[in-house]
């Protein structure tokens, strides 16, 4: 039995206007990474990813984010999140923190970036309430 | 007088023994007539053709393959390409089907490391020689 194995991209999103939109979500960033790698590695690479990436989390309080990809597409997928120039016609720059074989490992680095960007950020009341939900929210993943 | 031993700097070399390929690519238009076709066929169309094959299959970074036309005959071509990347010029011939709006087919027929066997075809030398005598 062929075991399929993953590798967990811990990254971090730079935003030109640093402004906070809490539209971009994770299904943002999925869309945007994948006309990347289609974009850069053409339909071969995006079919060679198709089943295989997701993100598994981000919130845009922290501009911190979890990707999954299969193991052989890894380098792939770190080259496209290295050349994207913008999320949805938005100026940004993605930054890969960790790549972990485990999800368990890279939830500890997500949780510890986290909550140091949390404390870090001055957000008004509501928006401090949704940053800290979303931050619960890592250490409950799941494959 | 002293002998003094000479001694070989150590180097440190590698040898690739073959490392290009060259294929033969036939590119063809489906919906052009002959004349037409033999009138647009150049060197730049058929760099253009491949480009844009490896490109639409590989994207900017994958399809950045460096290949060289090295003769360009009626609509077949003879390309050199390194070994490492034969695979994905083969493919992208595959698979493009279109250019420019017209439909076309860019077939790969051979592939060898040695540019002498691109010379002669075994099996028409077979059908023109070998065939007849066995009735």
């Known amino acids: 039995m062929v075991r399929l194995k993953n590798r967990y991209l811990l990254l971090e999103i730079s935003w030109k206007d640093g402004k906070l939109d809490e539209s971009y979500n994770d299904n943002v960033l999925l869309q945007a990474l994948r006309d990347s790698v289609a974009l850069n ?3 071969f690479g995006l079919g060679s990813n198709l089943s295989s990436l997701q993100v598994k989390y981000y919130s845009p309080y922290t501009d911190v984010g979890i990707v999954r990809c299969a193991t052989a597409e890894h380098e792939r997928v770190v080259a ?6 913008d999320v949805r016609q938005r100026p940004a720059a993605v930054r890969v923190l960790r ?8 939830k500890e680095a997500a949780v510890a970036r986290s909550a140091e960007k949390l404390l870090r950020t001055r ?9 800290e939900q979303l931050h619960q929210q890592v250490s409950a993943l799941e494959l | 007088m002293s002998e003094r031993s000479t001694s070989v700097p150590r180097q440190w070399t590698r040898e690739v023994a073959c490392s290009d390929t060259f294929i033969a690519l036939s590119l063809s238009f489906l919906d052009l007539d002959s004349e037409a076709a033999s009138a647009a066929m150049s060197e730049q169309l058929f760099r253009d053709v491949l480009t844009q094959a490896l490109t639409e299959l590989f994207g900017f970074v994958g399809g950045a393959v460096v290949f060289s036309i ?14 490492r990347d034969a695979d994905k010029i083969w493919a992208a011939a595959a698979f493009a089907t279109s250019y420019g709006g017209h439909d076309i087919r860019l077939a790969a027929s051979r592939s060898s490391p040695f540019l002498m066997s691109m010379a002669v075809d075994s099996r028409e030398w077979a059908a023109t020689r070998v065939a007849p005598s066995l009735g």
Do not use: E, P, W, Y
């Not at chain 1, 496209?80 to 120039?85: D, H, K, P, R, S």
């Not at chain 1, 790549?99 to 890279?106: D, I, K, S």
């Not at chain 2, 360009?72 to 070994?83: E, F, G, N, Q, T």
């Open chain 1, 41 to 43: 590695f053409g339909d």
């Open chain 1, 80 to 85: 496209a999140l290295a050349l994207m120039t």
């Open chain 1, 99 to 106: 790549v972990a074989g485990t999800l368990a490992t890279c």
């Open chain 1, 123 to 131: 957000l008004g009341r509501q928006h401090q309430a949704n940053a």
């Open chain 2, 70 to 83: 090295l003769q360009l005959r009626d609509s077949s071509a003879i390309v050199r390409v390194d070994k």
